[in-house]
């Protein structure tokens, strides 16, 4: 296996040329950095195995790395806690690298078109990093794309399809179904044109929630690949854990409300749950980060409601007419009833009607109740826009279990269900200033 990735990754890198080789190097120091540091020989040794599969796979091994590294049970605890450095802590580029970028896509170097701008970055992650800077008086935060990320994740995909990676999950979902939303949503993710407007629509749908802080995006300093926003400061998911149990409850709750009140209400969902995307305040969420964000079909928001309402109301024979209706049926002598109850298991939160304490093992547990354990895995479709609506069953449960968040789960997700639908949609193109 290992000599055939070699063989793609070679001809991955004479393909893409310069920049391509830019970004292979820049996946492979960034999981390498991660891993190295790790104590221990146990760590060592997944780390070496990680590596090797990672190392081939580019600008990709970044973001799956990132995935790998908050998700409960995707991973053994050493080689995990070793990822964690990805989230913000990737590798990064030379300050003339990021120079040249910012006067392709600026028009000017940095000195001129900010008034202040700090050469090292302090923050790094799949797709560039950011520095910070000051604009018009105000302190900001500048990304900037790393040069051939976007082709290399897209031959990337292209390697997970040659190789059958996907279809070796065992399930029956048609991988060109699921490479193709993968690709949409990680090209989505290299346009910050595209990420600016996401940004600024849930910066308004949320404006009325103090709770909720999106930080606004500087439009006169961005482009395709720089993206220039007001800086936030706050707390990471990690440094949140030693807080009291009050300040972790609060923050659940309000990561909680803004996933489930922005696909019951407003039909989107940002769907890049990963504990570096967040910061915490005091009494607030600052939610960074729109380049992967997922605008359902209402008729979509509607089959998720219907199989909601089963779920909470323990309707069996409901729930097997709202999961067909979804699409998610593929095959044929499909085990509904094993089907609701791993659903059951799933809705746990949803159906407490008390207050509810998230853990680790709760998201851990998942794996087996709805994939390695599941009779229906080889049964199972996966429609395009439930992609990525996986990232809240393993990816926002592992950061409310990482909080041990406690509130009352149940009736803020009855909340968010009852919402009346007004789907948000993104502006291309900024507001005059």
């Not at 979509?300 to 069996?316: C, S, T």
């Not at 008390?354 to 429609?383: C, H, I, Q």
Request: glycine share 8%; charged share 25%; proline share 5%.
């Amino acid at each position: 296996m290992s000599r055939r990735f070699e063989r793609i990754a070679t001809g991955w890198a004479s393909r893409t040329g310069q920049a391509g080789r830019l970004a292979l190097g820049l996946g492979r120091a960034a999981v390498r950095k991660a891993l190295s540091s790790e104590d221990g020989d146990g760590a060592a040794s997944d780390g070496a195995a990680l590596l090797e599969h990672m190392d081939q796979m580019k600008g990709l091994a970044v973001k799956l790395g990132q995935m790998a590294s908050y998700v409960d049970g995707a991973l053994p605890d050493p080689a995990q806690r070793a990822l964690r450095r990805l989230q913000s802590d990737a590798a990064t580029l030379p300050y003339p690298v990021v120079r040249d970028a910012i006067v392709a896509e600026l028009g000017a170097p940095p000195e001129q078109v900010f008034e202040a701008f700090e050469p090292e970055p302090f923050a790094a992650a799949s797709l560039g990093q950011v520095h910070r800077a000051r604009f018009d008086g105000r302190d900001v935060a500048v990304k900037v794309q790393y040069p051939g990320v976007a082709d290399s994740i897209g031959v990337d995909l292209d390697n997970l399809d040659r190789l059958g990676l996907l279809a070796r999950l065992g399930s029956g979902f048609r991988t060109r179904t699921v490479l193709a939303e993968l690709r949409a949503r990680f090209s989505d993710e290299c346009d910050y044109t595209l990420e600016a407007a996401n940004q600024r629509a849930f910066r308004e749908a949320w404006a009325h929630d103090p709770a909720v802080v999106v930080p606004e995006v500087i439009a006169r300093a961005s482009s395709r690949r720089v993206l220039t926003t007001t800086l936030q400061r706050g707390a990471s998911l990690y440094d949140l854990v030693d807080a009291p149990a009050e300040a972790r409850d609060r923050a659940g709750e309000t990561l909680y409300r803004f996933a489930f009140s922005s696909i019951f209400g407003r039909a989107a969902f940002h769907a890049d749950p990963h504990p570096g995307n967040y910061l915490f305040g005091a009494d607030h969420v600052v939610f960074l980060d729109f380049g992967c964000v997922r605008y359902f079909p209402e008729r979509v928001v509607a089959h998720w409601k219907a199989i909601a309402r089963a779920m909470l109301a323990g309707d069996r024979a409901a729930f097997e007419e709202a999961f067909v209706d979804a699409g998610f049926v593929h095959g044929a002598k499909f085990d509904f009833d094993h089907q609701f109850e791993g659903m059951l298991y799933l809705y746990e939160p949803m159906r407490a009607s008390g207050r509810y304490t998230f853990t680790p093992e709760y998201a851990k547990r998942s794996w087996d109740a709805l994939l390695v354990g599941n009779p229906n895995l080889s049964k199972l479709e996966m429609p395009a826009e439930w992609v990525f609506a996986n990232r809240l069953q393993w990816g926002l449960n592992s950061v409310l279990g990482t909080l041990g968040a406690t509130a009352r789960f149940g009736e803020l997700f009855r909340e968010a269900l009852d919402q009346e639908v007004r789907p948000l949609r993104p502006a291309l193109h900024a507001p005059e200033p």
